[in-house]
């Protein structure tokens, strides 16, 4: 069983930037796949970023490229995603997701990750 609480949402003008944290409970963290989605209202949940648990590969959304950093740091239990020049197409609900797989896999899907946090809402005025 993992439990993940997201934190560091808020409220941040076009352009600025943001860095949300997810922290895990249990000894296994590092040997589950992590990653953020995002769900703007109307709109259905999306995937943002992942990272394997093994080498810390990553993978992220085309809309995203170049702006947000994911990032684990398993000796704290804590996933991060640093948002720099965020847009007001980017203001949703944040979640964190724990998903058991293989090594190097980034699950992409919501169907294949086990446990969820309760989300963090990011707030971008234009």
């Known amino acids: 069983q993992v439990q993940l609480v997201e934190s560091g949402g808020g409220l941040v003008q076009a352009g600025g930037s943001l860095r949300l944290s997810c922290a895990a409970s249990g000894r296994t963290f590092g040997s589950y796949g992590m990653g953020w989605f995002r769900q703007a209202p109307g709109k259905e949940r999306e995937f943002v970023s992942g990272?394997?648990?093994?080498?810390?590969?990553?993978f992220y959304r085309d809309s995203v490229k170049g702006r947000f950093t994911i990032s684990r740091d398993n000796a704290k239990n804590t996933l991060y995603l640093q948002m720099n020049s965020l847009t007001p197409e980017d203001m949703a609900i944040y979640y964190c997701?724990?998903?058991?797989?293989?090594?190097?896999?980034?699950?992409?899907?919501?169907?294949?990750?086990?446990?969820w946090g309760q989300g963090t809402q990011v707030t971008v005025s234009s």
């Open positions: 997701a724990a998903a058991r797989t293989g090594a190097a896999n980034i699950p992409t899907a919501e169907r294949q990750y086990d446990y």
């Open positions: 990272i394997s648990w093994f080498a810390g590969r990553t």
